[in-house]
T-cell receptor, first 113, second 116 residues
Framework: GEDVEQSLFLSVREGDSSVINCTYT??????LYWYKQEPGAGLQLLTY?????DMKQDQRLTVLLNKKDKHLSLRIADTQTGDSAIYFC?????????????FGPGTSLSVIP | DAGVTQSPTHLIKTRGQQVTLRCSPK?????VSWYQQALGQGPQFIFQ???????QRGNFPDRFSGHQFPNYSSELNVNALLLGDSALYLC???????????????FGAGSRLTVL
């Protein structure tokens, strides 16, 4: 079945790099996503990666995908207090272009000034 | 360009009652997905609507039903409310026809339902 797992909490100092990890079970996943949720708000897409890619970089964000191990990570460089939020890993299967997106439980990132 | 709008933002119901939540998708989007997010958890997929039909469904009982209108807006109905239905209900829209294939979901801010 489809399942996405993440560590629940991460604490880093301002200016350091944050690395949030995620594992998934669906080997047919085509797209993997990272979403951010701030208190009282909906989810905001940060970035996504297609399953035939190993890495994607977008400004301070770097996504690494190890398809063999079904492991996805999000690195945030120079973490700021404004990055404190919950980060969700999500995956979509390959059956159709409208296949449902499955989310992990979220990692709560706390940035210490 | 308005994003995804949901109403109401907050509501309180009692056990056994029924509730209807509404969603207007982002302009240009034709697909609406509904998610339930309990406190401290990730969003759980309820169902997805496209061309006014339920296309996929998650592991939710028949008490949860929905509808999509010709203008692509959608409603989520929950009957016979239970205490465990208390959650943030998120609507997300996307585009099948015009998308890049990534089916990126754009989320609304959610409707917070409290069942007493």
């Amino acid at each position: 079945g489809e399942d996405v797992e993440q560590s629940l909490f991460l604490s880093v100092r301002e200016g350091d790099s944050s690395v949030i990890n995620c594992t998934y079970t669906d080997s047919s996943s085509t797209y993997l996503y990272w979403y951010k949720q701030e208190p009282g708000a909906g989810l905001q897409l940060l970035t996504y990666i297609f399953s035939n890619m190993d890495m994607k970089q977008d400004q301070r964000l770097t996504v690494l995908l190890n398809k063999k191990d079904k492991h996805l990570s999000l690195r945030i460089a120079d973490t700021q207090t404004g990055d404190s939020a919950i980060y969700f890993c999500a995956e979509r299967g390959s059956k159709t272009s409208y296949d449902k997106v499955i989310f992990g439980p979220g990692t709560s990132l706390s940035v210490i000034p | 360009d308005a994003g995804v709008t949901q109403s109401p933002t907050h509501l309180i119901k009692t056990r056994g009652q029924q509730v209807t939540l509404r969603c207007s998708p982002k302009s240009g989007h034709d697909t609406v997905s509904w998610y339930q997010q309990a406190l401290g958890q990730g969003p759980q997929f309820i169902f997805q609507y496209y061309e006014e039909e339920e296309r996929q469904r998650g592991n939710f009982p028949d008490r949860f039903s929905g509808h999509q209108f010709p203008n692509y807006s959608s409603e989520l109905n929950v009957n016979a409310l239970l205490l465990g239905d208390s959650a943030l209900y998120l609507c997300a829209s996307s585009s099948v026809a015009g998308g890049s294939g990534a089916n990126v979901l754009t989320f609304g801010a959610g409707s917070r339902l409290t069942v007493l």
